[in-house]
């Protein structure tokens, strides 16, 4: 049984999940959960509009010395956000297409200010059947490879 609870990041990445949050807001998304931790595995935002569900993770930094933001979400990352919507799933049953989104925010170390904001949609995709195939109903279930090949 996946165990929930809410995650408090630091101030940058609050700052960072707030203007993410935001951006999901003006693009029409309605807000579900944010910061929803599944046995130590976290999804920043999760986000619903008519057509879909979007599991958004989102990178903040104020310098690109390590590279842009949306570049450190690594496979094992991807592994640990597909667990959790997994388990979110499981009990939320959704009729919504499944996507993942990354956003990431380079910010002014000074002023905080946004310098650049990049939100990449479908930013990856789960591996075939690790996403429960009750989710959600329709043609685009998890579980379908035809589906996922098509989306890369």
Known sequence: MAIFHLHRPNDEGNLGE???????RQKGFTIVEQNLKVNAKEIDIIATND?????????????TFAGYPEESVTKEKQRNIVYAANAYLKIHHENRKPRFDIIGILLDPQTKQIQELNHIEDAFFPPQRTIHANSYSGQYRWHNKAYWKSKR
């Open 18 to 24: 707030t203007i993410a949050a935001n951006l999901l």
């Open 51 to 63: 057509e879909y569900i979007v599991f958004c993770e989102v990178k903040t930094r104020t310098s």
